[in-house]
Structure formats: structure tokens, C-alpha cells
């Protein structure tokens, strides 16, 4: 159902989290990622292309997830690109504004290995359902 | 409080004269127009207003001339400053030594992996070591998800040291004229370093859990 080859960017200023990130992926497959360390380094590596799947922070320094995830949305060629977001930031309201962003999936830190795999299986599932 | 247009202009004119004077280091008793007006009025409120501003000032110099605000203006917050990024650093160095042993560990298991199905299928030890191996994967796998904790606490820690600035750079923008004498130079202005986040949720908060927000993005179509 999903290709484990798809190109994957994890975005994460703290270089542990994106660590874990990649282990975890890793560890379900996926083998193909790359690193960024805030919106700002991610965008240009979007717009490069090839990727098709972003797992993002929310608060980092230059440009935060949820400002990365608004610019993906707003541009035509990498519009759709499913973006899930994995963040610290536990409040309703900014449950609500990255659903209102058009984020596909959202996992509060800490988190564990379980919770990674179903919403990236849910994703893909859905996209699988709609496309 | 009845004080006519007419008195109440005269007494800001007076009052902003007095203050300016103040400001720049002159004498701390009234100014004649404001005795004047003082005496003309006897009305308490005008004594009190002007009891407050001199009180107001005396305070503000007293506070400048604070020793310990310049001490932990120009010394204690860099510190502290200090000690807390030397903690991220500390905290970042030691979840990485941990991933990298993870990382060579599970080479090793996949060696006993690769060892133990070259065994013939019937051979006990070779059920046995696959079933360690499987297991010590996915301890390792917990290994590496417990260093989770650096980004967490270094995000709380981080916010701190926002805070640290903010408190530092208000204390160098109170103490005016003494800060130039200080170790750290100019005064900054406060940075608005304030994203709107709540940050990582801290015990006794209220916040949300995986359920509640999966609940909350299932509502909202998600």
C-alpha cells in the first residue's frame, strides 16, 4: 500500500529529535530521508522536489512548522504534499489552526513508536481512499 | 476633585516641568509655579499627586543606584544564561552518545539475525536466538525513543533563557546610565521573542492529550 522508497523530510531544529524521527522511520521501512533544521532549509529542498512525505515541528527559529506547512499549501506544484506534524505544542487552539492549515496528521511529544506508524498508516490510507 | 480646566492644565503644565527637572538631576523640591499652585489649592489631592511623583523618582534612583541590580544585570544573568545553554549542550551530547551506541547495537543484532538464520530451521538455538534478537530490537527501538527528553526538556530550558534576555535587557534599560560600566556593553532593547506558543506542557497544566487531539482533528475532518 505505501512505498517504502517515498522521499521523506523530517524538519526539527533540535538534531535529536530528528534523529529519533529518522531511527523510527527507519525501523518501519522507510529509508529514504532527509534533514532540515527549520522552514527556512526545508522549503528550498521542497521546491528541489521529489519528496512525498514532511514530518515537521511547529516551534522553530526562522520559519515554524505551521508557517512551512501555509507555504507548502499555497503553492501550486507541491500543494498536496501530506504533511504530518509532530510537536510539543499541546493546546486546542493549535490543534485547530494546523487543521485549519490543511495538516494531515498531528502527534503531540512526547510520543512513541505506535502512535508514528498509525497516523503515517491513517495518511496514507486516506490518500490511498480519496486519490 | 473638582479642579477647574483652567487648574487642571496649569497643574499638568507644572507637573511635566517638574519631572523633566527631575529627570535631568535638578533640584527635587517643587517648582514655584507648583508651590504656588499647592498653596492656592488646598485641595489634598494635588499634595498627594505631587507626593507620588517625587516618591516615584526618589524610587527610580534608588533603584539605579542599586549595586546588586547592576551585579545581576552585568554578571548573574550571562551566567545563568550560560549554565542553562551548557545543560542543553550537556543533555544533546549525551542523547547523541546514547543514539550512536543504539546505532551500533542494532548492527550487532542484525549480525544475530543473520547468524542465526544461516542455522538449520529445526535447530533449537535458532528460534531461540531470533526471538532475542527480535526482542532486543525493540528494546532498542524504546532505547532510542526515551531520548526524546532532549528535545523536551531543551525546549522548556530554551524558554528560560528567552526569559533570562528579557529580564537581563530590562534591568540594563532600568539601570540607564550605569550600564555602559557593565560587562555586556550596550543595552538591548526587549526582543519580542514571544511566539504565541504554549511550549511543552508542564505538570498541572491543562492540556491536551494524543486522544483529545485526535478526537478534536477527527471533528474538524483530519
Known amino acids: ?131 | 476633585m473638582s479642579a477647574s480646566a483652567e487648574d487642571r492644565g496649569a497643574l499638568i503644565e507644572a507637573l511635566k516641568t517638574w519631572l523633566a527637572r527631575l529627570e535631568s538631576g535638578g533640584s527635587i523640591d517643587a517648582p514655584p509655579p507648583l508651590a504656588e499652585l499647592l498653596q492656592k489649592n488646598e485641595h489634598a489631592f494635588y499634595r498627594q499627586v505631587a507626593e507620588l511623583t517625587r516618591r516615584l523618582h526618589t524610587a527610580v534612583v534608588d533603584l539605579r543606584l542599586d549595586e546588586r541590580l547592576t551585579r545581576i544585570a552585568g554578571d548573574g544573568m550571562p551566567d545563568a544564561r550560560d549554565r542553562l545553554q551548557h545543560v542543553v549542550r550537556m543533555t544533546e551530547q549525551a542523547a547523541h552518545r546514547t543514539l550512536d551506541l543504539v546505532d551500533q547495537l542494532r548492527v550487532d543484532t542484525r549480525a544475530v539475525t543473520r547468524g542465526a538464520d544461516a542455522l538449520p530451521d529445526d535447530d533449537p538455538t535458532r528460534a531461540m536466538l531470533l526471538h532475542h534478537a527480535e526482542t532486543m530490537r525493540e528494546r532498542l527501538n524504546q532505547l532510542s525513543m526515551a531520548q526524546e527528553y532532549q528535545d523536551i526538556t531543551g525546549q522548556i530550558i530554551k524558554r528560560i533563557i528567552t526569559l533570562v534576555d528579557d529580564v537581563e535587557a530590562a534591568l540594563l534599560e532600568l539601570l540607564g546610565t550605569h550600564a555602559s560600566q557593565l560587562k555586556t556593553g550596550a543595552t538591548m532593547p526587549i526582543a519580542d521573542t514571544k511566539t504565541g506558543l504554549a511550549g511543552p506542557a508542564m505538570p498541572g497544566q491543562i492540556t491536551t492529550s494524543q486522544q483529545d487531539a485526535d478526537a478534536l482533528l477527527a471533528s474538524l475532518g483530519v
Open chain 1, 1 to 131: 500500500m505505501m512505498d517504502k522508497n517515498m522521499k521523506i523530510l523530517v524538519v526539527d531544529d533540535f538534531s535529536t529529535m530528528r534523529r529519533i524521527v529518522r531511527n523510527l522511520l527507519g525501523d518501519l521501512g522507510y529509508t529514504n530521508i532527509a534533514e532540515a533544521d527549520d522552514g527556512k532549509s526545508a522549503w528550498p529542498m521542497l521546491q528541489g522536489g521529489g519528496f512525498d512525505f514532511v514530518v515537521t515541528d511547529w516551534n522553530m527559529p526562522g520559519m515554524t512548522g505551521i508557517e512551512l506547512l501555509r507555504t507548502i499549501r499555497g503553492d501550486e506544484r507541491i500543494g498536496k504534499t501530506p504533511v504530518l506534524m509532530v510537536t510539543a505544542e499541546a493546546q486546542r487552539e493549535q490543534i485547530i489552526e494546523a487543521a485549519q492549515a490543511g495538516v494531515n496528521g498531528y502527534i503531540i511529544k512526547p510520543f512513541n513508536a505506535a502512535t508514528l506508524k498509525e497516523k503515517i498508516d491513517k495518511i496514507f490510507q486516506r490518500i490511498a481512499e480519496t486519490a
